[in-house]
């Protein structure tokens, strides 16, 4: 059992910065690839970006690309979502995911656990 803790969302003005946090329990998490998805309201589980295993490799959905920067600190067990520019259409409840058996990609099915998520509301 993985457990991951989401952190850092908030209340934002459209065109603000947030860094959202998510912690691993797993002691092999430098092994595995870890991506953030969002839920909006009435909306499916989007995917957001994702990061390999040393943190080398990044993707990420076109809404996004360019706003946000996806990272990782193995050393503390710790992914990161730095979001910039924030838009009203990025109000979501922001969830972290590991992938223990491959390299993370943009579907949700090819993740393992998930964090409880965190609220990010961007404001006009």
């Known amino acids: 059992q993985v457990q991951l803790t989401e952190s850092g969302g908030g209340l934002v003005q459209a065109g603000g910065s947030l860094r959202l946090s998510c912690a691993a329990s797993?002691?092999?998490?430098?092994?595995?690839?870890m991506g953030w998805f969002r839920r909006a309201p009435g909306k499916e589980r989007e995917f957001v970006a994702t990061?390999?295993?040393?943190?080398?490799?990044?993707h990420y959905v076109n809404s996004v690309r360019d706003r946000f920067t996806i990272s990782r600190d193995n050393a503390k067990n710790t992914v990161y979502l730095q979001m910039n520019n924030l838009k009203p259409e990025d109000t979501a409840i922001y969830y972290c995911?590991?992938?223990?058996?491959?390299?993370?990609?943009?579907?949700?099915?090819?993740?393992?656990?998930w964090g409880q998520g965190t609220q990010v509301t961007v404001s006009v």
């Open positions: 990061v390999n295993w040393n943190g080398h490799s990044t």
């Open positions: 797993e002691r092999a998490f430098s092994n595995y690839a």
């Open positions: 995911a590991i992938d223990l058996m491959g390299a993370g990609g943009s579907s949700s099915q090819q993740y393992d656990y």
